[in-house]
Every structure is written in C-alpha cells, then in structure tokens.
C-alpha cells in the first residue's frame, strides 16, 4: 500500500519484483555503460539535470516521462489518484548487467523516498 499524507492512494501497476526481467527499454542520443545510473521523472531533462548536479551525480543518464508514459508504465506504479494522477510513486529498481531485477522498492508514503543505501547495497 502507499500512502499521500499517510491517506492509502491508488497504484496502478506493479513495481517490478527481484530476480525478474526488466523490459527492454531504448535511448534517444544516448550509449550507456555496464553501470550507468539512469534517473527517470516527469519533470524535463533540464530540471532533473539541475537536481542531479545539486545532488553530485554526474554521472546519471536523465531520463523524462514528459512526453511518452511508457517507460514509467513498464517500470514504475503510476499514481492514479488525483491530485498526483498520471506520474510515478517514488521508487528505485536496480538491474545487473543482464537486465535482472536486483533490488526493488516502492516508497511506502509519497512524501518519503526510497532507501538508497539499500539500492546500492544491492550493487556489491
């Protein structure tokens, strides 16, 4: 279950589970490395990229859901309840170089993000 406020929302779709097969996705312009970190959102590539030099990770790849859903609809659980509807519950998936799932989480409340120590654990 997840939470706005500590209020259950509605999820559609399921967050990917450990030990399954990712879906193939594609890139425009972009080649990535065996251990690329790919940051996805709703908002644009300029602000996720603002976010992400705030944050010390250059080397993250900025993805944006802006304009195609698919990749946030194969890989996330969409928000379907307003005010949020339409983008995606905080979450952080982890693949190996085989594209399996090797750490999964769904954050529990909107308002709270994923643990990332836990995610990166999972890459050691």
Same mark, same amino acid.
């Given at each position: 279950?997840?939470?706005?406020?500590? *209020?259950?929302? *509605?999820?559609?779709?399921?967050?990917?589970?450990?030990?399954? *097969?990712?879906?193939?996705?594609?890139?425009?312009?972009?080649?990535l490395e065996d251990d690329a970190m790919l940051a996805d959102s709703v908002d644009?590539?300029?602000?996720?990229?603002?976010?992400?030099?705030?944050?010390g990770l250059d080397k993250a790849v900025v993805l944006s859901t802006m304009r195609g859903?698919?990749?946030?609809?194969?890989?996330?659980?969409?928000?379907? #309840?307003?005010p949020l509807a339409g983008i995606t519950a905080r979450a952080v998936i982890v693949l190996d170089k085989n594209d399996s799932v090797i750490h999964a989480e769904l954050a529990p409340e909107i308002k709270?993000?994923?643990?990332? #120590?836990?995610?990166?654990?999972a890459l050691n």
């Amino acid at each position: 279950m997840v939470t706005l406020a500590g *209020k259950p929302i *509605k999820i559609e779709g399921t967050l990917l589970k450990v030990d399954g *097969k990712a879906p193939a996705f594609s890139l425009v312009n972009k080649d990535l490395e065996d251990d690329a970190m790919l940051a996805d959102s709703v908002d644009l590539p300029f602000a996720m990229g603002h976010f992400c030099q705030a944050e010390g990770l250059d080397k993250a790849v900025v993805l944006s859901t802006m304009r195609g859903t698919g990749l946030m609809r194969n890989y996330d659980a969409v928000i379907a #309840d307003r005010p949020l509807a339409g983008i995606t519950a905080r979450a952080v998936i982890v693949l190996d170089k085989n594209d399996s799932v090797i750490h999964a989480e769904l954050a529990p409340e909107i308002k709270n993000e994923p643990n990332y #120590d836990a995610a990166l654990a999972a890459l050691n």
